[in-house]
């Protein structure tokens, strides 16, 4: 059974959570929602327009994951082949909250969901953090892998240690990155400008900040062990006893710290090294007008240390944005939400959902994002079947194009990014590389609509 009127949504953000959910809601064949019972399946036609701020689609999967994991880079084919299904449109370069409100999006679709990410991240709060030579790990990733807002930042890395403050996973990718060679690094699509800063990198240390002890290590077991892989890299630890590990730790965490005291034995010797100093907390960023050390006070007994580093990166985790015309928990920095619906002081506003980091908070692998995306695609259907979306007054497709470019000069569609697409990997194949990263907004554009 088919039912008549497709069903009109926008997904706001291309990146996993907004790509599964998509995927979710065009799950059956020609574009359809299948609604599945024992005797009886619906099949719901779907029309969904992904409206993304950049020219460029897939989120972090382009601007996050690290470029020397091509595995979870290749998520984006699964993104490609949804799509190019049957009632998909992309719409890039176009920003909500800028350049349509939510208030537009709600008038023209059926049902909204925002699937936005973490755009900023959290502060360390303590003096010194906006000198020269301090930034935050995220502002570091989305400048190896070339996302437009952070190209034109300066990494100097002609400095002997860089201090990593919080020991994630995001931590374990600069890490690596930062004492990959270069000759691996430039079979990976690295933006060219991160390539050139690396290759004159003299960074012999890499001090790993924890501020607890090695049993809340936030890193994963897969990114600790990519860190022995590193040639001529010793790894040693500081401030902290392995073989104390509480006896009742959990499995992963006698997995990790067990695995940690082996690479500290095997990898004792190298020119350059890479330092877990655990029980250290920041304090202090010092220098004059450009970093010259981070003072952190040992939390066991409160001694103060003094570390001399060129580069402090904070990769403390992620934070996310407030849109206008949304509600914000600034503490959590989320939208908030019941039930993937979004709340305002307690009530859910009708045909206005949330997925992915946005709503649980930056934590979680990309596949997370698969169930956190079903969850959101059903409330949406059970609001439909429950009548409690407006349906009245929603736009054509080609209606919402019009309305969004009288007031944005440029926007793309999906074969715009295609354009884009080709042209960076026709430019990698010249210099031997996968793919040559375009890192201009104007740029892409202009590719976009020329002839
Ligand atoms: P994270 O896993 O939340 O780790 C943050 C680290 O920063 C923790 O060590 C935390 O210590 C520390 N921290 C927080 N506030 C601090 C402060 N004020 N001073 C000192 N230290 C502080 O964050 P992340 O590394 O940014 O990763 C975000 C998410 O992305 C995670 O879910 C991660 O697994 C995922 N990710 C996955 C991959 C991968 O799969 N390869 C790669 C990158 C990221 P406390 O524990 O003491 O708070």
């Known amino acids: 059974m088919i039912s008549e009127r497709p069903l009109r949504i926008a997904i706001v953000g291309s990146g996993p959570a907004g790509m599964y959910a998509a995927g979710h809601l065009l799950e059956g064949p020609g574009g359809t929602f299948i609604n599945g019972g024992l005797n009886q399946i619906v099949r719901r036609p779907v029309e969904v327009d992904v409206l993304e701020r950049l020219p460029t689609p897939w989120g972090l999967i382009r601007s996050g994951v690290a470029p020397d994991h091509p595995d979870k880079k290749r998520m984006a084919a699964i993104y490609d082949s949804i799509a190019r299904r049957q009632g998909f449109r992309f719409i890039g370069n176009v920003q909500v909250g800028r350049d349509v409100s939510p208030a ?4 023209w679709y059926d ?53 990593l403050v919080g020991n994630g996973n995001v931590a374990m990718d600069v890490a690596r990155i930062l004492f990959s060679p270069i000759s691996a690094l430039h079979n990976t699509d690295i933006a060219s400008h991160a390539l050139d800063a690396l290759g004159k990198s003299q960074l012999k240390e890499i001090v790993i900040l924890g501020r607890r002890g090695p049993e809340h290590a936030a890193f994963n077991y897969p990114e600790l062990m990519e860190l022995g892989e ?41 020119s350059r090294r890479i330092v877990f100093r655990f029980n250290a907390a920041p304090t202090a960023i010092v220098g004059g007008g450009q970093v010259a050390q981070i003072n952190v006070v040992d939390r066991r007994d409160q001694s103060e240390q003094v570390l001399n580093a060129g580069l402090v990166l904070a990769a403390i985790g992620y934070r996310g944005l407030a849109i206008d015309g949304l509600p914000f928990d600034d503490v959590r920095g989320v939208i908030p939400s019941c039930d993937s619906r979004i709340v305002d002081n307690g009530i859910a506003i009708a045909g206005a959902y949330v997925t992915g980091w946005i709503k649980r908070g930056p934590k979680g692998i990309i596949g997370s994002n698969k169930k956190c995306a079903r969850d959101a695609v059903t409330a949406v259907m059970v609001d439909v079947d429950s009548n409690l979306l ?20 440029v926007t793309l569609g999906f074969s715009g990014w295609q354009k884009i697409d080709r042209q960076e990997q026709s430019d990698g194949r010249a210099q031997g590389r996968p793919r040559l990263k375009m890192t201009a907004t104007g740029a892409m554009l202009g590719l976009v609509t020329a002839g």
């Not at 537009?104 to 008038?107: A, K, P």
């Not at 940690?260 to 034995?265: E, M, N, Q, R, V």
């Not at 009245?392 to 194009?401: P, R």
Request: with cysteine; proline share 3%.
């Open 104 to 107: 537009d999006l709600s008038q």
């Open 111 to 163: 049902g909204v969901i925002y699937a936005v990410g973490a755009d900023d991240e959290r502060r360390l709060g303590i003096t010194g953090e906006d000198l020269r030579g301090s930034d935050s790990a995220r502002a570091f990733v989305s400048w190896y892998n070339g996302h437009p807002d952070f190209s034109d930042l300066q990494f100097d890395l002609r400095c002997e240690r860089a201090v």
């Open 230 to 270: 590193l040639a001529d890299t010793a790894i040693s630890v500081e401030g902290a006893d392995l073989s104390l590990t509480p006896e009742n730790a959990d499995y992963e965490t006698q997995l990790k710290v067990a695995a940690l005291a082996k690479l500290c034995k095997e990898k004792s010797q190298g």
């Open 390 to 409: 407006p349906m009245e007054g929603t736009l054509s497709a080609a209606q919402v194009l019009e309305a969004i470019n009288a007031r944005v000069s």
